[in-house]
């Protein structure tokens, strides 16, 4: 699951900590952060909170380019 990154609401209650489930065919790039790049492939990382370890880990994706396009 994303973890929620914005601002308190001001409500009672407990303040969000999650922002969703996490897809991993349509990714939520917001969340992403560019962490290396060159002509055949990027890769992208995150925090996320992890139900089954019951903690937060980081995830990496990583695009592969054939012949300059994706």
Do not use: W
Not at 5 to 26: A, F, N, S
């Amino acid at each position: 699951m994303y973890i929620y990154q914005g601002e308190p609401t001001g409500l009672k209650g407990r303040p969000q900590k999650h922002d969703g489930r996490v897809d991993k065919y349509v990714l939520n790039m917001s969340y992403f952060i560019e962490d290396f790049s060159s002509n055949e492939m990027k890769i992208y990382s995150a925090t996320v909170y992890c139900k089954a370890f019951k903690r937060d880990i980081k995830l990496a994706v990583a695009i592969f380019y054939k012949d300059g396009d994706s």
